[in-house]
Nanobody, 125 residues
Framework: QVQLVESGGGLVQAGGSLRLSCAASGRTFIRYAAGWFRQAPGKEREFVAGISWSGGSTYYADSVKGRFTISRDNAKNTVYLQLNSLQPEDTAVYYC??????????????????WGQGTQVTVSS
């Protein structure tokens, strides 16, 4: 079992930045691929970014490419999502996910076994 806890969300003005963190506990996180998803009010949860267990491969949704950066520090059992140039349409609850069966980057929710509780990101115009 892996427990994931997100932090770093908040209220920011358009054009601002935030850094989300996802801290893992319960098992060695180093062999787990990870990803970030988000769910806006009235919308389905969508893929944002993913990273392989080694950190050597990353993948982004087109809507965030060039603005968001996913990274990880396996020594700290933590995955990060740097959010730059935030826009009101980025407002959502952001979720961290992980799975030890994956070796590459996964973009589908069904591929992830473990999820955090989410952290709210609100971008004002």
């Amino acid at each position: 079992q892996v427990q994931l806890v997100e932090s770093g969300g908040g209220l920011v003005q358009a054009g601002g930045s935030l850094r989300l963190s996802c801290a893992a506990s319960g098992r060695t996180f180093i062999r787990y691929a990870a990803g970030w998803f988000r769910q806006a009010p009235g919308k389905e949860r969508e893929f944002v970014a993913g990273i392989s267990w080694s950190g050597g491969s990353t993948y982004y949704a087109d809507s965030v490419k060039g603005r968001f950066t996913i990274s990880r520090d396996n020594a700290k059992n933590t995955v990060y999502l740097q959010l730059n140039s935030l826009q009101p349409e980025d407002t959502a609850v952001y979720y961290c996910a992980a799975d030890g069966r994956l070796r590459g980057v996964a973009t589908m929710q069904e591929e992830y076994a473990y999820w955090g509780q989410g952290t709210q990101v609100t971008v004002s115009s």
